[in-house]
Structures are given as C-alpha cells and as structure tokens.
C-alpha cells in the first residue's frame, strides 16, 4: 500500500501551545479592556497652558483621584486634554477644570469643582468642558516678566536720576512730614465714623430698604409725576408771563406787611381770645359732628317742603306744620286757653279774648300810643295758618 504524500507539515505541539496562549492573552486584553471602558468615563477640557502636566497625571475631585489624563494636544492658540475617571464618581454637567500646581517644582494635576450640590444632571460620557470653565496657574516666567516690567517703569530712566518710586517717596514724606499728629487724629477719626457706621448698620440697611421702597413707588407713578411735572411747568409759565402783575402784588404785599404787624402786635391778646374761643368753638363743633350731619342732611328737604307749602299768590301756608312728638298748634294753644279736647266755639271765644287782653297789653306797654296798635288777629295782615282760624 503506497502513502500520499501530505501537502502541508503538522504544527509541533509546543507551537500551537504558543499559538492558543497568544489567544487567551488577547482575549484577555480585549475583556479587560471592555470593563475598563464601562467602568469609567471620558471628558475633554480645554486650557490655555498645560506646561508641567503629563499624560498619566491624576485628576481629582476635592484632592482625591479619579482618574488619569490620557492625552494632552496643542491646537491653536489653547490645548486640549483628553482624561477618563471613575464612572461611579457623580460630576455634576456645569463642573469647572482647574490646573492645580502645588509647589514650583512638583508635578501638576486636574482639579474638578462646582459650586452645586449633587442633585442636577451628571457630566455626560465624552462632554467637553469650554475655556471659559479652565483656569491655568500664573507662570513663574509671567510673574518675573511682571516685575521686572514693574522695576523699569519704577525705577530711574538712567544711572544716577531718580526714578518714579523715589519721586514717590520724596513727595510723601515732605507731605507728611511734620503731620504725624494731624494724620493720627484723621485715622483715629475715621476709625470712630467706620465703627459709628457698623453699630447703625440694621438702620443704614432699614434706610436702604426704605428708599428702596420709595424708589418703587414712584417707579409706579412714572405717569402721575410726568402729569405733575406737566402742570408745575404750566404753573411756572402762567408765573412768568404774570411776572408783572406777580412783582406789583409781592410789593403791596411787602408795603402791608409793617402795618399787619403792627396791628397783631396791638391786638395780641384780643387775637388770642379769639383762637381760643375758635378752638372752643371748633371744638364743639367736632363734638357735634354727628348732629351737625343729621341737620346737613335734612335742612335741604325740609326747606324744600317749606317752599312747597307756601303760596305766594295768598301769602298764606297751605299745610300745618307738624313736628314729631309735638300736639297741633290749634290743640296746643286750644288746651292753654280752656281744656283739653274743648269745643270749637269755645276755642274760638277764648282765642278772641286772649287776642283782646294781649292788644291791651301791648297799648299800655307804648310809651307815645298816638297810633292804636293793631289788633293781635292782624300782626301777620293775609298770613292764615290753616287750624288757628281767621281773624276776628
């Protein structure tokens, strides 16, 4: 039996033992690599200098890390760093990125503030964080270019003259000198108005409020202070095209202005009687506030009625006047004279004899009776009250 030769040679056991670890290793990595990459998060943040920082520097939140910084990549005018950290780690989306140097010569690292609480949205996977929310430190180099620039402009433009600073200096102490005392005073007396002013700080801020109030309000009437302003102008332009007639009227007041002085001073205390008896007056008055009502509201009806019953063609009263609570003036004057509930015709007998007695009296009273008196039926002559009767 003839073998056929095979096309190809068999893998030797430690080769393929090879081959299988290489695998495994790669798997491995991929798996490893895979948690790594859920377990954590990225972000980007921009800076305007990253000079001392390097790929594999911490970041941190409050000092403590969590994570590293994968990669740093000028562009521009600004650099980008790329860092991943822990996914566990709540970072709220409005977080700052700040570069932390802590001595001139120790490496640096990426601190993560914000000033909210945790209880807004989370830093997004991949989010990028803009300039405006870096800061970077000072560079030594800055600072020394600062004050070296700060040196020249102080100092003198050339050897031996004097230089800003020292101009300075001269001009202060000729200007204090002699004025320790004066200038102690002033510090002491600023010192009392600064404390003055802490121990009234809950009035000043009372005050503040206040104006604050008042400011408001006329805020609010922005239109009634422009009408106001509209007629104050009005007034003022009626003032001035009366300037004349208003000088002409000033003067004769200014003339009168001796004579009524002289005139209180003669009548002082007459004069104050007066406003004394004016507020005693005024006094009552508001006492009697409530009648004084009563009679303001009623006065008009009451007039009105009294026109209302009078004829002018008769002059007479067409109606009896009656008062509440009050008897008829026929009963009443009936019941002076006789009785109470009398007849007519006795009523109308003692009326006339009351009329007669009273004319008799009043003959005997005049001093000259060159005239007879009238008859009392005829001291109102057509005036007939309606219920007194007719005359005689």
Same mark, same amino acid.
Do not use: W
């Given at each position: 039996?003839i073998?056929?030769?095979?096309?190809?040679?068999r893998?030797?056991?430690?080769?393929r033992?090879l081959?299988?670890?290489?695998?495994?290793?790669?798997?491995?990595?991929?798996?490893?690599t895979?948690v790594?990459?859920?377990?954590?998060k990225h972000?980007?943040a921009?800076?305007?200098?990253?000079?001392?920082?390097y790929v594999?520097d911490n970041?941190?939140?409050?000092g403590v890390?969590?994570?590293?910084?994968?990669?740093?990549?000028?562009?521009g005018?600004k650099v980008?760093?790329e860092?991943?950290y822990?996914?566990?780690t709540?970072?709220p989306?409005?977080?700052?990125a700040?570069?932390?140097a802590?001595?001139l010569?120790?490496?640096?690292?990426?601190?993560?503030?914000?000033d909210?609480?945790?209880?807004?949205?989370?830093?997004?996977?991949?989010?990028?964080?803009?300039?405006?929310?870096?800061?970077?430190p000072?560079?030594?180099?800055?600072?020394?270019?600062?004050?070296d620039?700060?040196?020249?402009?102080v100092?003198p433009d050339?050897?031996g003259?004097?230089g800003?600073l020292?101009?300075?200096?001269?001009?202060?102490?000729?200007a204090?000198?002699g004025?320790?005392a004066t200038?102690?005073?002033?510090?002491?007396?600023l010192?009392?108005?600064?404390?003055?002013i802490d121990q009234?700080?809950?009035?000043l801020f009372?005050?503040?409020?206040? /104006?604050?109030?008042?400011?408001?309000a006329?805020?609010?009437?922005?239109?009634?202070?422009r009408?106001?302003?509209?007629?104050l102008a009005?007034v003022?332009?009626?003032?001035?095209?009366?300037?004349?007639q208003?000088?002409a009227?000033?003067?004769a007041?200014?003339?009168?202005?001796?004579?009524?002085?002289s005139?209180?001073?003669?009548?002082?205390?007459?004069?104050?009687?007066n406003?004394?008896? /004016?507020q005693?007056?005024s006094?009552?008055l508001a006492?009697?506030q409530?009648?004084?009502?009563?009679?303001?509201?009623?006065?008009?009806?009451?007039?009105?009625?009294?026109?209302n019953?009078y004829?002018?063609?008769s002059?007479a009263?067409?109606?009896?006047?009656?008062?509440a609570?009050?008897?008829?003036?026929?009963?009443?004057?009936?019941?002076?004279?006789?009785?109470?509930?009398?007849p007519?015709?006795?009523?109308?007998?003692?009326?006339?004899?009351?009329?007669?007695?009273?004319g008799?009296?009043?003959?005997?009273?005049?001093?000259?009776?060159?005239?007879?008196?009238?008859?009392?039926a005829?001291?109102?002559?057509g005036?007939?009250i309606?219920?007194?009767g007719g005359?005689?």
């Amino acid at each position: 039996m003839i073998r056929k030769p095979t096309s190809g040679r068999r893998i030797p056991l430690p080769g393929r033992i090879l081959g299988i670890a290489v695998a495994v290793a790669a798997l491995v990595v991929v798996i490893v690599t895979a948690v790594d990459r859920q377990g954590t998060k990225h972000a980007t943040a921009y800076f305007t200098n990253t000079a001392g920082m390097y790929v594999g520097d911490n970041v941190t939140v409050r000092g403590v890390p969590i994570g590293t910084i994968d990669r740093i990549e000028p562009i521009g005018d600004k650099v980008r760093v790329e860092f991943t950290y822990d996914a566990e780690t709540f970072i709220p989306s409005d977080t700052r990125a700040v570069i932390v140097a802590p001595t001139l010569v120790s490496g640096r690292y990426i601190q993560l503030t914000t000033d909210r609480r945790a209880d807004g949205p989370a830093l997004d996977d991949g989010a990028e964080i803009p300039m405006e929310r870096t800061a970077a430190p000072v560079e030594y180099d800055q600072i020394k270019r600062q004050l070296d620039q700060l040196a020249t402009e102080v100092g003198p433009d050339r050897p031996g003259a004097d230089g800003s600073l020292s101009r300075f200096t001269e001009a202060t102490s000729a200007a204090l000198s002699g004025n320790g005392a004066t200038l102690k005073q002033t510090l002491l007396n600023l010192s009392a108005a600064l404390q003055t002013i802490d121990q009234g700080a809950p009035d000043l801020f009372s005050t503040v409020r206040n /104006l604050q109030t008042v400011v408001s309000a006329l805020a609010a009437s922005d239109q009634q202070i422009r009408q106001f302003s509209g007629q104050l102008a009005d007034v003022s332009d009626l003032l001035d095209d009366n300037r004349t007639q208003l000088d002409a009227a000033l003067q004769a007041l200014h003339a009168m202005l001796p004579e009524i002085r002289s005139y209180v001073h003669d009548n002082r205390s007459a004069l104050q009687r007066n406003v004394t008896e /004016l507020q005693r007056i005024s006094g009552l008055l508001a006492n009697r506030q409530d009648d004084l009502a009563q009679i303001l509201h009623a006065a008009p009806t009451a007039l009105a009625d009294l026109y209302n019953i009078y004829d002018p063609d008769s002059r007479a009263l067409t109606t009896a006047v009656s008062v509440a609570d009050f008897p008829e003036p026929m009963s009443f004057i009936c019941a002076l004279l006789t009785t109470a509930n009398a007849p007519q015709q006795e009523c109308s007998r003692a009326s006339d004899n009351f009329g007669d007695l009273l004319g008799a009296a009043v003959r005997a009273a005049q001093p000259k009776p060159a005239a007879p008196a009238p008859a009392p039926a005829n001291l109102l002559p057509g005036l007939l009250i309606p219920g007194l009767g007719g005359g005689r």
